[in-house]
Nanobody, 123 residues
Framework: QEQLVESGGGLVQPGGSLRLACTSS????????MAWFRQAPGREREFVAG????????SYADSVKGRFTISRDSAEKTVYLQMNSLKPEDTAVYYC????????????????WGQGTQVTVST
């Protein structure tokens, strides 16, 4: 069983920034992907960004391209999501997820999930 622990959510004004972090309890990393999803009230959980552990390949949802950056720290077994130029429509619970496969945007491809962290963008 792998555990994912998230941190870094909160309340921010439009145009502001937040950085989310997710640390994995996994012992070895081969073909491995970590990703961020988000779920707003009344909406489906959607893919935000993902990164492959071995080569650092990244992918982003169109809605966050140019504003969000996903990165990984292999030594710390942590993935980060730097969120800049935040908009009210970015308000959601953000979830970290991991997969032993290739990077995918479908939630069904991910095996383990964090508990979620609330991000609220509001004046």
């Amino acid at each position: 069983q792998e555990q994912l622990v998230e941190s870094g959510g909160g309340l921010v004004q439009p145009g502001g920034s937040l950085r989310l972090a997710c640390t994995s309890s996994r012992r070895t990393f081969g073909t491995y992907t970590m990703a961020w999803f988000r779920q707003a009230p009344g909406r489906e959980r959607e893919f935000v960004a993902g990164v492959t552990w071995r080569n650092g390949y990244t992918s982003y949802a169109d809605s966050v391209k140019g504003r969000f950056t996903i990165s990984r720290d292999s030594a710390e077994k942590t993935v980060y999501l730097q969120m800049n130029s935040l908009k009210p429509e970015d308000t959601a619970v953000y979830y970290c997820a991991s997969s032993g496969g290739v990077l995918a945007t479908r939630r069904e491809r991910y095996d383990y999930w964090g508990q979620g962290t609330q991000v609220t963008v509001s004046t």
